[in-house]
């Protein structure tokens, strides 16, 4: 389940009586039914100047800190 806001509150979509469709995607997010098949592809990394890197880095440690994303080991 993501850890967001909303799911943080979800008891309470429930107490309002929020549609089921609204639960599920609140506890598992909002399918997005693709037209097609995507092949697969690679895209090259973007090389960051110094100020960047650090700017990219600062707000991540930013928004694990706020828990609105999580690191997740591969």
Not at 9 to 29: C, F, K, T
């Amino acid at each position: 389940m993501c850890h967001s806001k909303l799911s943080q509150n979800l008891n309470a979509w429930r107490i309002i009586q929020a549609p089921d469709y609204v639960i599920n995607w609140i506890e598992h997010g909002v399918p997005i039914p693709l037209s097609k098949d995507i092949a697969p592809f690679e895209l090259r990394n973007h090389s960051f100047s110094t100020k960047e890197e650090c700017f990219v880095d600062c707000e991540i440690e930013r928004l694990q800190s706020l828990n609105y994303i999580e690191y997740i080991s591969l």
